[in-house]
């Protein structure tokens, strides 16, 4: 390890210095640099999409020119709309295009390049733009949201992704439009979304837009260049478990394809960073318990995953166009043993575990007079995870599936009134069903549960800033229909976003929220312990529809390229059932139905100078679940419930060579221990009153560092290098308890991933 970090070392200061030798003289800036000391030199604020300015740069303007001259300048040599709305706002938009600015950027740099905050409350995220953040060489936006206060995923999968106290499967998880029931490789370990033709990344924790529906806790959209390029471009890159490339590819003036490619070579070749991520994964997992009591004589395993997608564009003229997006997501292990057990008899297993998903999209867009806009788009969504274990030595094989297809139609019209107000409304149709099997023989037993829930939902609202720009509110609602349940919700949604000063701005986003689908543990060894959610329909019977009701407060001020932010809120959802919270206590195989509710504290600072941006998030949570019988019907404290979490991060740019560093901090996870006296006249475990103890605290140091430079004309490459956990804490994730055979107890500790190094290089054309 000392090794290593040394060379890492070496290596950065080697790059820092060879810049510093070519970086007296004056060299072009980033268009955003500019506007950014523009705004503080003349005390006005800019508003545009990333996309908007993304790659443009020229030379720093001279502080002599008026406001007006800078503005006339830019003008001229970016052929971008400079246009002043008040004395204070002006909006930036393509020359070709009007001037329609309703969804300001407030916040630029939101934690790294690349990041934004708007006014309805929505994060934006452009992987084109990212700079930096500690631990990523890669813009993956699954762990890009984990460093938002109040989000973070308590085992480390970013397919457990927790924000503000919720489990994962209360996020709704959008890819152009398609909605994702698996969202990671390596079983939780690595996004399954390749960024490298995201252009349109939104997260919203609260007030979230009533045109989106079935996510209780948050909403992570993604979506794909949607503009033709009229120009090739492709790249191609690797790390030490993948190979990946992507293609924009003009087929005429009017059609454009965009393709995406990832596979891994973990079926080849076996890295350091494979052997972390193999480690974590099965240490605790069904697969490899049989190796604590028996002697493994052969272990032959194959892992390997791969994510495909394509995007074909039309402009069928300039008033309407095409889109039509396909999804292919794969996981595949093949996990052999053959080991003596206690009897010295030689017993094979055979087992296979496979995770698939496929997306298709098809959007059509059109533009009527009178600046109405219209969409209409279907989508289709399947995933499927099934595991096979062949016991050979007992004559016994057990097969479990669990699949999902969800089937969608909706139409979306929209208005612009003005440049200050905007309305929209539409409808929308989904029809899931959720499929369990089961088939064990030896002794024979098979079921099949199939279960389909028909949503019918009409959705309205509307957006408007007063005319000093000072004030902005977007109020919507969303009624949602569901056949097989009878049941008509309505869900009020609104965003408020008021200028109380210059530089500090008052926010109050709040949001009714429900859905149909959640996943659930029926056993913690089901799918070998490694997938052992699987998701179920809400019913009549033991599964009500989930409900969330949530509001919050925020001030937030931004001045001289410091931004410090701090946001109180509550939340509650009501219809959870104890499966879906993965007990693993007294309550493990009970089923009951309650809620939680969390109150909390998000806090932000963040500020940069010269070269540095340095941030600190920190969360204060309080997370408290309520059974109808669990615990006698008494509140307990949830097992998601993080008291405190923290995180810092220090990031380092100069001209092409950028490093970060990040700690990350947060209180133990809640857990239940045994009884001091148990009664041994029972096979049980006795338990102490619920989630009463804790974990001790987490503590995670994470390095990356980025070197940009080009090879030829026209070809540009990167090289990247990240240490996740470069101290190697052995933190526990998750504490439980067991039987063994002679009915002791014993303690097994899920502990996170340990000291894992990354490399990465890719080449764009």
């Known amino acids: ?56 740069e020229l030379y720093p303007l001279k502080e002599s020119l008026t406001l007006e001259e800078a503005l006339e300048h830019l003008r001229a040599t970016t052929n971008l709309n400079f246009e002043v709305l008040s004395r204070r706002f002006i909006a930036i938009t393509p020359s070709d295009k009007t001037v329609h600015r309703l969804e300001e950027v407030v916040v630029n740099n939101y934690l790294s390049k690349g990041i934004s905050k708007t006014n309805n409350g929505t ?105 033709l390029d009229n120009k090739f471009s492709a790249g191609i890159g690797t790390n030490l478990l993948s190979l990946d490339g992507y293609a924009k590819v003009p087929l005429s003036k009017k059609t454009e394809i965009q393709l995406s490619l990832r596979r891994s070579f973990t079926d080849i070749l076996v890295s350091k960073t494979y052997d972390a991520y193999f480690d974590r994964i099965f240490r605790d997992s069904e697969l490899n318990t049989a190796n604590d009591v028996n002697s493994l004589l052969a272990l032959d395993e194959r892992f390997l995953f791969y994510d ?25 292990l093949d996990y052999n043993q053959v080991f003596a057990n206690s009897d010295n008899n030689i017993q ?71 440049n200050d107000i905007e309305v929209r409304g539409g409808y929308q149709f989904n029809e899931v069903g959720v499929t369990n099997f089961e088939d064990v023989s030896n002794p024979d037993f098979t079921s099949l549960v199939k279960e389909i829930v028909r949503t019918h939902a009409i959705f309205g609202e509307t957006e408007r800033y007063s005319k000093s720009h000072n004030t902005y509110i977007r109020l919507g609602a969303r009624i949602s229909y569901f056949e097989k349940l009878k049941e008509l919700v309505l869900e009020p949604r609104f965003a408020f976003n008021q200028k109380i000063s210059d530089h500090i701005r008052l926010e109050v986003l709040g949001e009714l929220k429900s859905q149909t689908i959640s996943q659930v543990i029926d056993l913690q060894q089901d799918f070998f312990g490694i997938e052992k959610r699987r998701w179920q329909l809400s019913n009549l019977e033991s599964v009500p529809l989930v409900k969330s009701q949530q509001i919050s407060l925020g001030l937030s001020y931004n001045q001289n390229n410091l931004f410090v932010s701090l946001e109180g809120y509550y939340k509650n959802v009501e219809g959870i059932t104890a499966q879906s919270q993965g007990f693993q206590n007294q309550f493990q195989f009970i089923n009951d139905i309650g809620a939680y509710t969390v109150t909390g504290l998000d806090f932000l600072i963040n500020k940069r100078f010269n070269n540095f941006s340095t941030w600190l998030s920190y969360t204060l949570s309080n ?77 995670r140091a994470d390095l990356s560092a980025i070197y940009k430079f080009q090879l030829s004309k026209g070809i540009k490459a990167e090289a990247g290098a990240s240490i996740w956990n470069m101290f190697n804490q052995n933190n526990i994730l998750n504490r439980y308890y067991t039987l063994d055979s002679d009915d002791n107890i014993i303690e097994i500790d899920n502990r996170s991933l340990k000291f894992t190094p990354n490399l990465s290089f890719r080449v764009n054309f």
């Open 1 to 56: 390890m000392n090794k290593l970090l040394h060379r890492v070392v070496i290596f950065l200061l080697i790059f820092n210095f060879s810049n510093l030798a070519f970086s007296q003289k004056e060299e072009p800036q980033q268009l955003v640099q500019i506007l950014e000391s523009l705004e503080k030199r003349y005390e006005v604020k800019f508003s545009f999409e990333t996309k908007t300015i993304l790659n443009i």
């Open 308 to 332: 495909a997608n394509a995007k074909f564009l039309y402009d069928i003229n300039d008033t309407s166009k095409l889109r039509i997006s396909l999804l292919n997501i794969y996981n595949s």
């Open 623 to 699: 997370n408290d679940y309520k059974f109808s019988t669990i615990n006698e019907g008494s509140s307990f404290t949830s097992s998601l419930g993080l008291t405190h979490v923290a995180n810092a991060s220090l990031t380092y740019s100069l001209n092409n060579f950028k490093i970060g560093l990040g700690l990350n901090w947060h209180s133990g996870r809640a857990y239940t221990k045994p009884l001091d006296n148990q009664d041994h006249s029972n096979s049980i475990i006795e338990y102490q009153n619920p989630n009463s103890s804790r974990l001790d605290d987490y503590f």
């Open 348 to 418: 094979e297993t055979k087992s296979a575990l496979n995770q698939v998903s496929f997306g298709a999209s098809a959007t059509y867009y059109k533009t009527f007079k009178n600046n109405i806009k219209t969409s209409a788009q279907m989508y289709y969504s399947n995933y499927d995870l099934d595991a096979q274990n062949n016991d050979i030595t007992n004559n016994q094989l057990l097969i479990q599936e669990n699949k999902v297809e969800d089937y969608g139609l909706r139409f979306d019209i929209k208005k612009a009134i003005d």
């Open 123 to 227: 994060v934006t995220v452009d992987a084109n733009a990212f700079d930096i953040l500690p631990g990523l060489i890669e813009p993956d936006v699954l762990q890009i949201v984990q460093n938002l206060p109040g989000v973070v995923s308590v085992d480390e999968r970013i397919s457990n992704i927790n924000i503000r106290g919720g489990t994962n499967d209360e996020n709704l998880i959008l890819y152009e439009g398609i909605r994702m029931y698996q969202s990671g490789h390596f079983f939780g370990l690595i996004s399954a979304f390749n960024p490298y033709l995201s252009d349109d990344i939104r997260i919203s924790k609260n007030g979230t837009s009533a045109l989106f529906g079935n996510g209780v806790s948050g909403i992570i959209s993604i979506k794909n260049t949607d503009e």
